[in-house]
């Protein structure tokens, strides 16, 4: 399936605009908000490309915002990866504990190693936490 990158900003009078780029040509929108926005830029892209009625909502869509600084942008970009880094978290601890376990060490030494609690530990090496 096709991923259609879109661009999205905010217009300094409100209200927010997007484009995307399809086979034929650009795909463009306005709404006021980013709901608003994600329904009409769908539905500009599925009118650009003449698809059937309701196709717009299986469309994969990469919405990439261009925001007023670069700070801003910089910011906001590395929340998201810290977000994704957080729900990672638990998986990559459980590889640890276990990896660590299954060398030897103890549970407490283990806790110490990975930052968590001997009992977080204990809990993660019996198999009863993902």
């Keep these: 399936m096709t991923t259609f990158v879109v ?3 905010h217009e300094p009078e409100g209200g927010w605009s997007a484009r995307a780029d ?3 040509g650009a795909a463009f929108t306005s709404a006021e908000s980013l709901a608003e926005l994600d329904r009409n830029i769908r539905e500009s892209i599925a009118g650009g490309l003449d698809l059937p ?3 717009e909502a299986e469309l994969t869509l990469d919405i ?3 925001l007023g ?3 801003l942008t910089e910011a906001v970009e ?3 990866k810290a977000r994704a880094a957080a729900a990672e978290a638990p998986r990559l601890t459980a590889i640890a504990v276990r990896a660590l376990r299954h060398e030897g060490m103890s549970v407490r030494d283990t806790a110490r190693i990975v930052g968590i609690s001997p009992g977080r ?3 993660i090496d019996t198999g009863s936490a993902a």
């Design 7 to 9: 661009t999205a900003w």
């Design 22 to 24: 399809i086979p034929e």
């Design 53 to 55: 009625r309701r196709a």
């Design 64 to 66: 990439q915002y261009r």
């Design 69 to 71: 600084s670069p700070d």
């Design 78 to 80: 590395a929340a998201a």
């Design 121 to 123: 530990v204990a809990q």
